[in-house]
């Protein structure tokens, strides 16, 4: 089975980096876990060297996803590149990947998938449910119906041809990263949400912010990127 390169963004997450790549442990099919960090100041560094297969440090003084998502990547020699949050967890991973690898043997011109994002049940809140489920179905219609990709940062798994073929992530997005990706993703193939191949996470931006306060940064960054070809805030702010 081709290996995939599992590339795992973080900053200042020393709480949940060593559950997040320990659970990659394990995973049986062939893969590698890349931390790449941009320049924590706590125990993130400490805590992932010993387990992750490669740590990328880049003290960047205005950290961005994209490009520590392209920072590791570089670093990966895998045919297949995913990428997923510092926080995600994935239930029975190794079924996962092996179902997410076998749709791509069965559709040649398949270059990327994502999934549902859901928060973690025992503090998923009713407004959780509804809007992540609106969200879910939206960037289902976008890739399954409409033929234009969209993804979620938490998981997104590629070929990693089609990565290198439109020259990975847009380094100018402080947000809406993962978004561009799938639709330039989708100019060089298929890309397809795939309602079984779901990953749950804390929501700690959700609970932070507040669905109000977060479905406007959302809408604003996309409605900026599909205009002015950048995002509406220009400094991404890790939440705690």
Known sequence: MPKISIVIPCLKEEGYIEGTVRQFE?????????????????R???????IADKV????????????????GAKE?????????????????????????????????KLVAITGPQNI??????????TFLGLQNQLIRFQNNFLGRGAGTGKFMLM???????INGFSEKLVAAEDLDLYARLS?????????????LYPGRREHGLGWPKLLWIWTT?????????HTWVKEWRPVR
């Open 26 to 42: 394990r995973l049986t099919i062939p893969h590698e876990v890349i931390v790449s960090d941009g320049g924590s100041t706590d």
């Open 44 to 50: 993130t560094v400490e805590l992932a060297t010993p």
């Open 56 to 71: 990328v440090v880049k003290h960047d003084p205005h950290p961005i996803p994209a490009r520590q998502r392209n920072d």
């Open 76 to 108: 990966a020699r895998g045919e297949f590149l995913c990428f997923t949050d510092s926080s995600v967890r994935i239930p029975d991973i190794d079924a996962f990947f092996e179902r997410a690898m076998r749709k791509f043997v069965l559709d040649p």
């Open 120 to 129: 973690f049940p025992e503090i998923e809140t009713f407004a959780d449910k």
């Open 159 to 165: 070929r990693r041809s089609a990565f290198d073929k």
């Open 187 to 199: 100019k060089v193939g298929k890309t397809r949400y795939c309602p079984d191949q779901a990953i």
């Open 221 to 229: 960054n996309v409605i900026w990127v599909w205009i002015f070809g």
